[in-house]
């Protein structure tokens, strides 16, 4: 049964024991009046473990490593800051597996903290907005904390309950918020071959960010597209407003958006808030390969760091930086590619260090996020690359197209080789 405590009153050394490992809400539902708790008595504490997937918050700075270990998927959002110190231990996990570790004991969790609404008037508390992994961690966890925000939406999805929750902490702080990027004409230029792929009836999985903002400001003249994704940003608002995004022809789930998590301004929130056509849904269902597989049409947009000649995606580290992470891209690739009338793409800019470096490029330099078995469409500024079913040496001679002006002799010469050996 619930207890109620004021932040101001929250003894963590009371819930929590030298060595624990704890599992946080992430990305927009970060529970931040806790983790300052966190980074504040930790110390006194000891020996204590973190998990989160991504971070917007900024919190988590080098000085936090003083308080707990933290490890995370990758170096999203704001988190760059950490793998840069060393700091940060990654695992290599994709974000629908983060909850079967959980529940499998692969990431240990003694204790919970998470970010709700307040209740409604069935006692129900809405897990607001992040869903993913927070229900695994709740009933895997010895203690759960949770942050109740008064300013958090109640989603229609996932609710827990007072008997779900060791230790409620009300606060009226801000959830995070994250700023629209801004769109450059390069964003546009690569939006905009992406885009023709998006016709009337397509059901769309997007992230957050310029390209993603730039892709959705040029569908305001389809019809009846529908969402399933892991994360939706504020372009999604003005897409239903303008009655392009409707859910009308999925043959699942029609006329709601289905997604994990929402990442933007508080407009979205505002939005959002006991929406009946936007379902919060965990992991098991926005990523599970036998949902996906139900939707035609599909349309998966993901970035990428480099590509290599034979379309292996690397979307994490680029030398000795870790920049990335895995996310969803692989579920999401995989059930791309597989639907009726879909495709999967990865978008991402011909280079990169202002223009010294291909992205596309002979060998990566990191690790294969996505592999070229898996990869179906290729976008650049210059133009999509389509790879799936063909050759590796039809592969390299596509890829050279959209690759930079600047580097297409080079990797001409090297997609020539290809050719030559076959492989």
Same mark, same amino acid.
Request: charged share 20%.
């Given at each position: 049964?619930?207890?109620?405590?004021?932040?101001?009153?929250?003894?963590?050394?009371?819930?929590?024991?030298?060595? @624990?490992?704890?599992? $946080?809400?992430?990305?927009?539902?970060?529970?931040?009046?806790?983790?300052?708790?966190?980074?504040?008595?930790?110390?006194?504490?000891?020996?204590?473990?973190?998990?989160?997937?991504? +971070?917007?918050?900024?919190?988590?700075?080098?000085?936090?490593?003083?308080?707990?270990?933290?490890?995370?998927?990758?170096?999203?959002?704001?988190?760059?800051?950490?793998?840069?110190?060393?700091?940060?231990?990654?695992?290599?996990?994709?974000?629908?597996?983060?909850?079967?570790?959980?529940?499998?004991?692969?990431?240990?969790?003694?204790? !919970?903290?998470?970010?709700?609404?307040?209740?409604?008037?069935?006692?129900?508390?809405?897990?607001?907005?992040?869903?993913?992994?927070?229900?695994?961690?709740?009933?895997?966890?010895?203690?759960?904390?949770?942050?109740?925000?008064?300013?958090?939406?109640?989603?229609?999805?996932?609710?827990?309950?007072?008997?779900?929750?060791?230790?409620?902490?009300?606060?009226?702080?801000?959830?995070?918020?994250?700023?629209?990027?801004?769109?450059?004409?390069?964003?546009?230029?690569?939006?905009?071959?992406?885009?023709?792929?998006?016709?009337?009836?397509?059901?769309?999985?997007?992230?957050?960010?310029?390209?993603?903002?730039?892709?959705?400001?040029? $569908?305001?003249?389809?019809?009846?597209?529908?969402?399933? +994704?892991?994360?939706?940003?504020?372009?999604?608002?003005? $897409?239903?407003?303008?009655?392009?995004?409707?859910?009308?022809?999925?043959?699942?789930?029609?006329?709601?958006?289905?997604?994990?998590?929402?990442?933007?301004?508080? /407009?979205?929130?505002?939005?959002?808030?006991?929406?009946?056509?936007?379902?919060?849904?965990?992991?098991?269902?926005?990523?599970?390969?036998?949902?996906?597989?139900?939707? @035609?049409?599909?349309?998966?947009?993901?970035?990428?760091?480099? &590509?290599?000649?034979?379309?292996? &995606?690397?979307?994490?580290?680029?030398?000795?930086?870790?920049?990335?992470?895995?996310?969803?891209?692989?579920?999401?690739?995989?059930?791309?590619?597989?639907?009726?009338?879909?495709?999967?793409?990865?978008?991402?800019?011909?280079? !990169? /260090?202002?223009?010294?470096?291909?992205?596309?490029?002979?060998? $990566? +330099?990191?690790?294969?996020?996505?592999?070229?078995?898996?990869?179906?469409?290729? &976008?650049?500024?210059?133009?999509?690359?389509?790879?799936?079913?063909?050759?590796?040496?039809?592969? !390299?001679?596509?890829?050279?197209?959209?690759?930079?002006?600047?580097?297409?002799?080079?990797?001409?010469?090297?997609?020539?080789?290809?050719?030559?050996?076959?492989?």
């Amino acid at each position: 049964m619930i207890s109620l405590s004021n932040v101001s009153q929250l003894e963590l050394n009371t819930y929590l024991k030298p060595g @624990d490992s704890i599992i $946080l809400g992430q990305a927009c539902g970060e529970p931040t009046t806790l983790v300052q708790a966190l980074i504040e008595q930790g110390s006194n504490i000891g020996d204590l473990k973190a998990f989160i997937a991504t +971070s917007f918050s900024g919190l988590f700075q080098p000085h936090s490593a003083d308080s707990f270990r933290l490890s995370s998927m990758g170096a999203i959002g704001a988190l760059r800051s950490m793998t840069k110190a060393n700091l940060m231990d990654v695992i290599p996990i994709h974000v629908s597996q983060v909850a079967p570790a959980i529940q499998n004991n692969l990431l240990p969790c003694d204790v !919970a903290f998470v970010q709700v609404s307040r209740p409604n008037a069935d006692g129900q508390f809405s897990c607001g907005l992040i869903s993913d992994y927070v229900k695994a961690a709740v009933k895997k966890a010895r203690v759960v904390i949770a942050e109740i925000n008064h300013n958090v939406p109640f989603t229609v999805g996932e609710t827990l309950t007072a008997d779900d929750i060791d230790i409620g902490v009300e606060t009226d702080q801000m959830p995070v918020t994250v700023a629209a990027a801004k769109i450059t004409e390069l964003d546009q230029a690569i939006a905009k071959h992406c885009a023709a792929y998006i016709i009337d009836g397509c059901v769309i999985q997007t992230g957050v960010g310029a390209v993603p903002d730039a892709i959705l400001r040029l $569908l305001g003249d389809r019809k009846d597209l529908g969402v399933h +994704s892991g994360m939706l940003g504020d372009g999604l608002v003005e $897409l239903i407003e303008q009655g392009v995004i409707t859910n009308a022809r999925k043959k699942i789930d029609p006329g709601v958006t289905i997604n994990g998590a929402l990442i933007g301004s508080q /407009k979205l929130y505002d939005f959002a808030n006991e929406n009946k056509s936007v379902k919060m849904c965990a992991t098991d269902y926005t990523h599970n390969a036998a949902v996906l597989d139900q939707l @035609d049409q599909l349309v998966t947009l993901n970035s990428a760091l480099e &590509v290599d000649l034979t379309g292996q &995606v690397n979307a994490e580290q680029s030398g000795s930086a870790y920049l990335g992470g895995t996310g969803g891209q692989v579920d999401f690739v995989r059930a791309g590619a597989r639907s009726r009338g879909g495709c999967s793409i990865i978008a991402l800019p011909s280079t !990169a /260090k202002r223009g010294e470096l291909s992205r596309i490029c002979l060998a $990566l +330099s990191g690790p294969v996020t996505s592999a070229r078995t898996e990869v179906d469409v290729i &976008v650049t500024e210059y133009g999509a690359a389509e790879l799936k079913g063909q050759s590796l040496a039809e592969r !390299a001679k596509r890829l050279v197209t959209i690759a930079h002006p600047d580097f297409q002799e080079q990797l001409s010469k090297e997609a020539h080789a290809i050719a030559k050996r076959g492989f």
